[in-house]
């Protein structure tokens, strides 16, 4: 299952324990700064380093594996998000250039769009920080399809 947290709690959590081997949780910034400029916000909704802190901590203890999902853009670009990853300790974080949807996000891209060379910039400043976990995309693969192990 792959989330934003906003529907996860405590109960549903546990109902999901035993059924649900792995849960993905999308994690962009720390911060709600951040996360509304990306969208990541509802009136109800306002993630934040401590929300996903929390959230790691309750699915962990249901015995489920925790992965992490991040997409790279302009308004997450200078995080230091691996301090944060590194604190929930996925087995996974996966990390994915943000790329144009056709019909889903091209009004306004260009206040996320991000270069390559940005991209691979801040995969290696985070990897450091949450070095076991990385997994970012090979150059050879479709951007649509880059995802591997760690250097």
């Known amino acids: 299952m792959v989330t934003n947290g906003s529907l996860l ?4 959590i546990a109902e999901l324990s035993g059924a649900l ?21 509802s009136k ?10 929390n959230l790691a901590n309750k699915i962990r203890a249901e015995g489920m594996r925790l992965k992490i999902n991040t997409v790279v853009n302009r ?6 998000l691996g301090e944060l990853v590194a604190t929930l300790a996925p087995f996974r974080w996966k990390l994915f250039q943000v790329k144009k ?16 060379a940005e991209f691979d910039e801040f995969v290696n400043r985070n990897r450091r920080l949450a070095v076991k976990a990385v997994r970012a995309p090979p150059h050879h693969l479709p951007a649509a399809l880059r995802c591997a192990p760690p250097a």
């Open 9 to 12: 709690t405590q109960r549903t």
């Open 21 to 41: 081997e792995i849960c993905a949780l999308s994690v962009d910034s720390g911060s709600v700064k951040t996360n509304e400029a990306i969208g990541r916000c």
């Open 44 to 53: 109800t909704f306002r993630p934040e380093a401590d929300y996903y802190r």
């Open 75 to 80: 308004q997450n670009l200078s995080e230091n």
């Open 101 to 116: 949807v056709i019909a889903q996000n091209e009004r306004g891209f260009d206040g996320f769009a991000i270069s390559t």
